[in-house]
């Protein structure tokens, strides 16, 4: 009977120390539909497709990484994406496209939509850094050790100045060597970095100029060297923005937000790019 009632006594201290029944079952009730509550939210939303308007070297970053992640997140919102030179994609943007967030390669296209008020200027984050390098046909004995010496291969790779920030910033860099004019005329122009890289990966062109990021995404290229330094005017800089015409307008915003965030500049650091600090 003592017994009994130490084992009793013993299981009423317990009870005691966790709570009352009422507030355990409280509590209970309240881990169980937390999860719950999230999900019927998520459900509760109707579904909504975004389109991404993006620079050619964020397409392995966003299709492989970025997108999927944001949709698992949030699993109410399609993201589809169309990459090319951002020089492209403005024009697009301005012929009517039907964007809903624009990521650039360079401040210069982002500026001038702002400008023209078909993206939100209060919007726009200039989120990250690349690297302007010099690459060659992986395997491959050249000539041509750096920038200053490009004019030893016979044929260049580059992005078209026209549209292609890649290429205006390779433009500028041989203009600050004092070569510009001489390298054009060896050049074979791209219409984005995405075709520039694909050249030399293939041997059309043993050189050619593309951003760090785009070297990293494969084996069949090696890097001779970076532009050097005093060459650029300024930094080679990604800004991101909604469109003033979008017509999901949270969506694109939670998408920039997502970007912009711990996990997001995390996957862009896999991908070789830094934030802009």
């Given amino acids: 009977m003592k017994m009994y009632r130490f084992v009793l006594f013993s299981f009423v201290l317990v009870l005691l120390s966790w709570g009352s029944p009422t ?40 299709v492989r990484d970025l997108i999927p992640r944001f949709q698992a997140k949030y699993p109410w919102i399609t993201v589809e994406g169309i990459y090319d030179s951002s020089g492209r994609l403005q024009t697009q ?5 039907e ?33 302007i390098v010099l690459i060659k ?29 890649a290429g205006q910033y390779a433009r500028e860099a041989f203009t600050s060597l004092g070569i510009w004019d001489a390298v054009s005329a060896q050049a ?18 043993e050189i050619g100029v593309v951003y760090a990021t785009d070297a990293a995404t494969t084996d069949r290229v090696q890097v001779i ?20 015409g979008s017509a999901h307008t949270k969506e694109a915003e939670l998408f920039i937000e997502f970007l912009a965030s711990e996990e997001g500049l995390g996957v862009f650091k896999a991908y070789g790019f830094s934030p802009n600090n």
């Fill in 225 to 244: 060297a970076e532009a050097p330094a005093g060459s650029l005017a300024q930094k080679v800089i990604y800004p991101v923005g909604r469109t003033a």
């Fill in 137 to 165: 046909t992986a395997g491959i004995n050249t000539p041509v050790t750096g920038f200053e010496t490009v004019l030893q291969a016979p044929i260049i790779a580059l992005g078209d100045p026209a549209s292609v920030p």
């Fill in 23 to 62: 507030a355990l079952f409280a509590a209970a009730q309240k881990e169980t539909t937390a999860a719950p509550a999230a999900a019927q939210s998520a459900a509760q939303e109707a579904p909504v497709t975004i389109l991404v308007a993006a620079a050619a070297s964020l397409e392995y970053s966003f």
């Fill in 93 to 97: 943007i301005e012929a009517g496209l």
């Fill in 188 to 205: 074979s122009f791209g219409t984005n970095v995405t075709e520039v890289l694909n050249w030399v990966g293939e041997g059309s062109a």
């Fill in 99 to 131: 964007a809903d967030v624009f990521m650039s390669a360079a401040v210069r296209q982002m500026n001038e939509l702002t400008a023209k008020s078909l993206v939100a200027a209060d919007s726009v984050r200039p989120l990250l850094e690349n690297k």
